[in-house]
């Protein structure tokens, strides 16, 4: 994809990768890493490794996700995505968390003055897909659109044109790990909106409803802590 303005769309538009990174764009670190040659070299993905697993965002595997072998099976991930989302809006599958995320999700005013609090977003020298909202807005158009009554009809007008395939997806899985839920963005939104949540929320999808999570996260924390009682195994 050229360099330019990313739009929310941009994300279900297929291309070897959405975002260049670039190291001399990133943060200094403090004394004495503060010279661009004491940066440690940032490695690049392999073109096996960019074959085998969905590299397609920025280039970075977080969670490794194997490419679908067939049209058929990436049809099957997008299905799954989209019932594991309707899930999390009904009271019956999410009661805990519902109420804060349709808030989060219906009231962003879109001041983006929670930018300036995220450290991934500021860290990467601003990059727009890793801004605090901009994942939020894709899964908020995507609601609007494909869950939403009429959402299809409208979805040119109402700004939430935005197409539902497995390279929206695939994307939206990887930027889901861009966030380290810190949530210095919800303390800073005037209103109260938590992209962090909603974060969280969406990585739930990608876990209990695809399959999809880091094994050092869901495997060797989680399950493990469910099954021993701490994510130490003792
Ligand atoms: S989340 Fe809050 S601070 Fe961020 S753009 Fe929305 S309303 Fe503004
Ligand atoms: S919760 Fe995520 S989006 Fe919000 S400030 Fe922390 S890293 Fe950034």
């Keep these: 994809m050229k360099a330019g303005k990313i739009r ?3 994300i279900g538009k297929p291309s070897d990768q959405m975002v260049q990174l670039n190291p001399a764009d990133f943060m200094r670190l403090p004394y ?27 280039g970075v595997l977080a969670i490794s996700i194997p490419k679908p072998e067939t049209k058929a099976e990436e049809e099957e991930l997008v299905r799954k995505f989209l019932s594991g989302l309707e899930k999390l809006l009904t009271k019956e599958n ?3 968390f519902l109420q804060p995320l349709t808030l989060s999700l219906e009231y962003c005013a879109k001041c983006q003055t929670c930018n ?3 450290p991934i977003y500021i860290g990467s020298g601003k990059q727009e897909i890793y801004r605090p909202t901009y994942r939020s ?6 609601v609007n659109k494909y869950i939403k ?3 299809k009809t409208f979805a ?13 997806v695939a994307r939206l899985a990887e930027l889901a790990y861009r966030c380290t839920l810190c949530r210095r963005c919800a303390q800073t939104c005037p209103i109260g909106v938590d992209n962090g949540l909603i974060t969280h929320e969406l990585r739930k999808v990608f876990s209990q409803e695809m399959g999809i999570a880091p094994v050092e996260i869901h495997t060797l924390g989680s399950m493990k802590h469910l099954k021993a009682g701490s994510s130490t195994g003792l």
């Design 149 to 151: 009554k009429g959402g």
């Design 94 to 96: 999410n009661w805990t």
């Design 8 to 10: 929310l769309k941009d």
């Design 32 to 58: 004495p890493y503060d010279k661009a040659d004491s940066d440690p070299d940032f490695k690049q993905l392999t073109e096996a490794q960019k074959n085998k697993y969905e590299a397609s965002l920025d």
């Design 137 to 142: 807005e894709v899964l908020r158009a995507i």
């Design 116 to 118: 300036e609090a995220c």
């Design 156 to 168: 040119k007008f109402s700004g939430n044109d935005i197409d539902l395939n497995w390279t929206t």
